[in-house]
């Protein structure tokens, strides 16, 4: 009988045997950076602490007072007067009242600034994100990014919220309660401590390793989510091939390594309290036996004070004092274990943040312009459909290059990891209005010519000119604003269909978005939804067809209007019916503009200026389809179906 391995045990090992990482002063550092605007709350909670530590050990010490002074007299009285008990009782009740109040203040105070650090952090980590290269995105999962999102911010949240002014309230607490001992009883002081030393050490061992069961679970936690998000992401294919059983083990293995270390974790940290419990409730019973004795026998009791006799007051109050010591030992002991794990999560973060940018040193600008008469081009602000390229020169004058879509790249090699070239000597000319299509095999490289347009890498060599201007020059913003891409991917976002065109062009009116949809043949299908244009799209548009999604992503390109389109097998997810109904609409979109497109189907690019082969990054044939053909070469083959490129 064949047993299923065990591996929870395995993946427990391997997640532990990554180091317990300890306090990191410099992440601290950074983090109260972030908390510089609430200085003013942060010195309110640090006041406050300070009240409730000193009305807890005040309390402590009130207990000897309340016995010795008020409580014994009336004992031993005849005819007891109860006023100065009355007001005693008052009194304490107010001390009490202080550390509630001071408590409760210091708790909401730290919610608020908790919350406020967060804000700020995610804001920065967002803004960050939009920052860096896409070279990030695709060497990082998106599961590890919204880890840093999600559980690493989480930890965070709580270790503000609730262990750094729980760790520090403890730290005076224990200043505040030690000195008020050794006020009552240097001996029993030490008595005391001597027992928490040795506790302590058996403590050490239970919080390092839920320490690093801790570490397992955050890091556990991060690949079950992870590992979740890619089954949602690919569900259709999971129902497709009937992969739900293994899915499903897959996600119980997972969830069962999680679900152990949560276990050693939890339990082992909801252990600690119990035995200090205990430990404090066996150090009453010592105390209490060895200050009844040293009271009952008249024994010397040395406290700061000098030489006294341990009365019945004394002994209660530092009762209530030592178990007042040993709680925040523990405490602090799970408060630093937590604060170092969140600490771990906060350098993630921060790591992230610290990520180097995309490089833009570009300084050429697209502007707005009007051609004078004179054949000069003028900026204006308002849009005139006439862009132009804005040269900033050495000595404070500027120059315009008027906006043609004229794109070139001259000897071009290229290649994702050093050593390791994708594109090889690539040399093509588009001019204004010209058709350019690549077909080719999967990683030919097609789509990686497109990605450099845009700037999304940077070449190895060669040069890449834009209207006679190296790309290099240019901001990338404005670069990109100038071309239209419509991808194969379709990645559409919660809001209304009418939003999600209009996120081509912010500033385009309801008008010019539904003359886009009608350009790109998606009017009729959109005024048949719910709501028409209104109708709000979410989980990517997942209520509508692919074909439909892929008609949006059209729309959208269309109504930003750029000289440049990039059309990245933009009608392969859309039924031959309705490819013919786009190819017009394409028709009358790529019309007077330069124009990129990538094509399994080589029925959409028989029209094409020129076609370009591709094969292993180099191009091994170029021309018209009539001339191609003529040749009988690869693109004979292929186009005739007798031959495919590998």
Not at 219 to 228: F, R, S
Not at 505 to 510: L, Q, S, V
Request: with cysteine.
């Amino acid at each position: 009988m064949n047993k299923r391995k065990d591996t929870t045990k395995d993946s427990t090992m391997d997640a532990m045997k990554k180091p317990m990482p300890r306090m990191d002063f410099k992440t601290l550092k950074r983090l109260f950076s972030y908390m510089k605007p609430y200085k003013s709350t942060l010195l309110t909670v640090l006041v406050c602490i300070i009240l409730s530590a000193g009305a807890g050990a005040a309390s402590a010490m009130f207990l000897q007072v309340l016995i010795d002074s008020y409580i014994e007299p009336l004992v031993m009285s005849q005819n007891p007067v109860f006023t100065g008990l009355l007001k005693a009782l008052c009194m304490i009740g107010g001390i009490y009242l202080i550390g509630v109040v001071t408590t409760f203040i210091y708790t909401r105070s730290m919610v608020t600034v908790a919350q406020g650090t967060l804000k700020s952090i995610r804001d920065e980590m967002f803004e960050k994100m939009q920052s860096l290269p896409i070279s990030y995105f695709d060497t990082h999962t998106h599961g590890e990014i919204m880890s840093l999102y999600t559980n690493d911010s989480d930890t965070l949240r709580q270790m503000i919220a609730q262990a750094m002014a729980h760790l520090v309230s403890s730290a005076f607490t224990l200043v505040a309660v030690f000195f008020c001992m050794l006020y009552e009883s240097v001996g029993l002081t030490l008595l005391v401590c001597l027992v928490v030393f040795v506790v302590m050490k058996f403590v050490k061992v239970f919080v390092s390793r839920i320490g690093r069961y801790s570490m397992a679970q955050q890091t556990l936690l991060a690949t079950l989510n992870g590992y979740v998000e890619e089954m949602v992401n690919g569900q259709k294919v999971v129902k497709v091939f009937c992969h739900e059983k293994e899915n499903y083990e897959g996600l119980e293995k997972r969830n069962r390594d999680w679900a152990y270390n949560a276990y050693r974790t939890n339990g082992m940290a909801n252990s600690i309290m119990p035995m200090m419990n205990s430990v404090r409730y066996i150090t009453c019973v010592f105390i209490a036996v060895v200050g009844g004795y040293m009271a009952v026998a008249g024994t010397p009791n040395l406290g700061l004070t000098g030489m006294n006799t341990l009365s019945l007051g004394m002994i209660a109050s530092f009762l209530t004092l030592s178990g007042n010591f040993i709680n925040p030992i523990s405490q602090m002991s799970n408060q630093f274990n937590s604060i170092v794990v969140a600490l771990a999560g906060a350098s993630r973060i921060f790591a992230f943040m610290d990520e180097k940018p995309e490089d833009d040193d570009g300084y050429v600008t697209l502007v707005n312009a009007r051609e004078n008469e004179d054949g000069t081009l003028e900026e204006v602000p308002q849009r005139t459909g006439i862009w132009a390229w804005k040269h900033p020169h050495g000595d404070g004058s500027l120059s315009y290059t008027k906006l043609e879509g004229r794109i070139v790249f001259d000897h071009v090699d290229f290649s994702y990891i050093p050593g390791k070239e994708v594109l090889h000597d690539i040399t093509l000319y588009a001019n204004p209005g010209q058709k350019i299509a690549f077909v080719g095999a999967t990683g030919a490289g097609k789509t990686t010519i497109t990605n450099l347009i845009n700037r999304f890498y940077d070449i190895a060599d060669g040069k890449i000119r834009y209207d006679g201007i190296n790309i290099n020059k240019m901001r990338k913003a404005d670069l990109r604003r100038s071309l239209g891409i419509v991808l194969q991917d379709v990645n559409l976002f919660t809001g209304t269909v009418m939003e999600n065109i209009r996120y081509g062009n912010p500033n385009a009116t309801d008008e010019q978005c539904i003359a886009a949809a009608k350009l790109a043949n998606a009017h009729n299908f959109i005024t048949m939804l719910p709501q028409g244009y209104d109708t709000v799209l979410k989980g990517d548009g997942s209520g509508l067809s692919q074909g439909q999604r892929q008609l949006l992503s059209i729309a959208r390109a269309a109504v930003s209007n750029p000289p440049v389109m990039i059309l990245d097998e933009a009608t392969s997810s859309i039924d031959t019916r309705t490819e013919a109904l786009v190819q017009s609409g394409m028709d009358h979109l790529m019309d007077g503009r330069t124009v990129f497109v990538i094509a399994h189907r080589l029925s959409t690019v028989q029209n094409s200026d020129v076609i370009m082969v591709l094969d292993h990054g180099r191009i091994i044939e170029r021309g018209s389809h009539d001339e191609l053909i003529a040749q009988g070469g690869v693109y004979h083959d292929l186009y005739m179906g007798s031959f495919e490129l590998e």
